[in-house]
């Protein structure tokens, strides 16, 4: 249930947040080396390239909703990321920031 943190409603953004952790699914291509995560039931989506993750990152245009995200080169993205191995986690915001780097995937 989402707590009353705006003091003028629910927290939707954290409540979908936990929603989509709970509903997302991921696949690894071993042959294009590339890592997929979907948030919840597929969706259109724009792809958005972040620079400082060095990840795709897709985002509903219109709420803005961080909807899933791509590593391509898995492999070298790992090693670098963790170069001591080990599980992985990659923190990206529920919505993506209005003004935020929207450089658009190539």
């Known amino acids: 249930m989402a707590d009353d943190t705006t003091g003028g ?3 939707y953004a954290e409540e979908n947040a936990l929603r989509n952790a709970s509903e997302s699914l991921h696949t690894y291509d071993q042959v294009a080396d590339t890592f997929t995560a979907v948030f919840g039931a597929p969706v259109p989506a724009a792809t958005i390239y972040d620079e400082e993750r060095e990840v795709l990152v897709r985002v509903e245009p219109r709420s ?43």
């Open 64 to 106: 803005r909703a961080v909807v899933g995200f791509t590593i391509p080169n898995f492999k070298a993205w790992y090693a670098k990321n963790y170069p001591d191995g080990g599980e992985w986690e990659l923190d990206l915001p529920p919505t993506w920031p209005e003004g935020g780097d929207d450089t658009p995937a190539n």
């Open 9 to 11: 409603g629910p927290d």
